[in-house]
């Protein structure tokens, strides 16, 4: 009986799922689900979702995958976004050294993963609003990552370089991903409407796979 179970939850996957370890589409109750998550049974064909559920959350910017970059090292691709919210300890004329009500030091932060690390950017947030500030930084170089533009541009290359460092300092996230061939990525929770591309880490992680195997996969147009 086990087994005609497991060949008709087989039988019921998409198609190109078959190829490719049926846990990656393995559906959860929907009365479980958070209110922001896109669950693993909600793959169109051809596409993949990088649920915390299955081993491909590990994609996540939460993920616990430590890293060095430019010499600098951090627990998660969440810990590096959320540090450069606070002040460097390296350069004096940071303006926010001035402010008080950081909670943690730079370096702590970087340290951080999943949650943990996505709330002390929260509380870096209410410090930046309180003092209307926008420049994040990367050693020494200010910017705003929100302004769709030059600021925009830099923290999506940083952070396309930190997701590179991220598979390269661990290795069998490379296996990973390039098991997933030409299967469309997607995020566990929808994408806001105006997000920088540095946001869409699942696109990043497409545009690494494609620069790794080359141009082989082509998607349907949503």
Not at 1 to 30: D, H, I, N, Y
Not at 34 to 47: H, V
Not at 84 to 89: M, Q
Request: with cysteine; glycine share 6%.
């Amino acid at each position: 009986m086990k087994f005609f179970g497991t060949l008709f939850l087989f039988l019921s996957l998409p198609l190109c799922a078959q190829e490719f370890p049926p846990s990656w589409w393995e559906a959860v109750p929907r009365e479980s689900a958070s209110s922001w998550e896109i669950l693993p049974q909600d793959a169109e064909e051809g596409e993949v979702i990088l649920s915390k559920r299955t081993e491909l959350g590990i994609f996540s910017n939460f993920g616990a995958t430590p890293f060095l970059l430019d010499g600098m090292f951090f627990a998660s691709i969440e810990g590096l976004w959320q540090s450069l919210k606070y002040p460097d300890p390296s350069i004096k004329e940071d303006e926010r050294h001035s402010i008080a009500g950081w909670k943690y030091s730079r370096h702590e932060v970087a340290l951080m993963v999943g949650r943990e690390a996505k709330q002390a950017g929260n509380e870096a947030n209410a410090i930046y609003q309180s003092n209307k500030l926008s420049n994040i930084s990367w050693f020494g170089y200010f910017f705003d990552y929100v302004d769709h533009a030059a600021g925009s541009d830099f923290h999506y290359r940083l952070i396309k370089r930190a997701i590179k460092a991220k598979l390269d300092h661990n290795p069998n996230l490379w296996n990973l991903l390039l098991r997933t061939k030409c299967l469309k990525l997607r995020s566990d929770h929808l994408a806001g409407h105006n997000e920088p591309p540095s946001f869409r880490y699942f696109e990043i992680l497409m545009v690494l796979r494609e620069e790794r195997t080359g141009p082989i996969c082509k998607y349907k147009e949503i």
